[in-house]
Nanobody, 126 residues
């Protein structure tokens, strides 16, 4: 059973930064392609960023976060990260991490992923 646990959310002012973490159970973290999604109040869940398995040489970002957010992974710690800078109120959402095994590349669609975390709240105040 694969479990994903997000952490690092919280309340931050406009222009501030946060780093989210997603810790993954299991022994084959290297084989997981990973992603971040978010759901803002009253909206559907949307893609934020993704990273390929192994060394994470392939990444993908939503246009709304490109240049502000950075996704990374530490295979030794079995953890994925999302560094979020220059935050705006539009970034307020519950952030979810997701994982899929056995699929090369960085994936942008929810149905590409098999495993999901419970989410962590990010609130950006103006």
């Amino acid at each position: 059973q694969v479990q994903l646990v997000e952490s690092g959310g919280g309340l931050v002012q406009v222009g501030g930064s946060l780093r989210l973490s997603c810790a993954v159970s299991g022994r084959t973290f290297n084989n997981y392609a990973m992603g971040w999604f978010r759901r803002a109040p009253g909206k559907e869940r949307e893609f934020v960023a993704s990273i390929s398995w192994g060394g994470g040489t392939s990444t993908s970002y939503a246009d709304s976060v490109k240049g502000r957010f950075a996704i990374s992974r530490d295979n030794a710690k079995k953890t994925m990260y999302l560094q979020m800078n220059s935050l705006t109120p539009e970034d307020t959402a519950v952030y979810y991490c997701a994982a899929v095994t056995g699929r090369p590349g960085a994936h942008r669609r929810e149905y590409d992923y098999d495993y999901w975390g419970q989410g962590t709240q990010v609130t950006v105040s103006s």
